[in-house]
């Protein structure tokens, strides 16, 4: 069974490049082009596996994503990675303490990002 992988990012083209190289490996992807639209899907019922958010994004960016999704019955234990510019180890600081369980910097080789969705997503 294909693991579900959510991917929220303001870039369309970088939306459409984890999308393909996610799809090739196997796993099935949701998009969405802000944390808001994120929510949204997440509150119509979408239950991804794993959820990979940019930092940086208007309406909703990902630390307050992050931060809004734990809060939410359901999505307390799920993975989620953010892959953003930022490098600064306060941000990553504060990501975690938000809850993020991991950080990638941008960019991010396909087979790299694999391995690292392979260490935080069992069975993947």
């Given at each position: 069974m294909a693991k579900n992988i959510m991917v929220i990012d303001d870039s369309p083209t970088?939306?459409?490049?984890?999308?393909a190289s996610l799809e090739m490996s196997g796993f099935k992807v949701e998009t969405a082009?802000?944390?808001v639209h994120a929510l949204t899907k997440l509150k119509e019922g979408l239950k991804p596996d794993l959820i990979i958010t940019d930092i940086n994004m208007p309406k909703m960016g990902g630390m307050e994503f992050i931060k809004t999704v734990r809060a939410l019955p359901g999505f307390r234990?799920?993975?989620?990675l953010a892959l953003t510019t930022e490098s600064q180890q306060a941000k990553r600081d504060e990501a975690k303490?938000?809850?993020?369980t991991g950080w990638l910097v941008k960019p991010v080789p396909?087979?790299?990002?694999?391995?690292?969705?392979?260490q935080?997503?069992?069975g993947a």
């Open positions: 970088m939306r459409m490049s984890l999308k082009d802000d944390g234990f799920t993975p989620i303490k938000n809850g993020a396909g087979p790299e990002l694999i391995k690292v969705i392979k935080v997503l069992p």
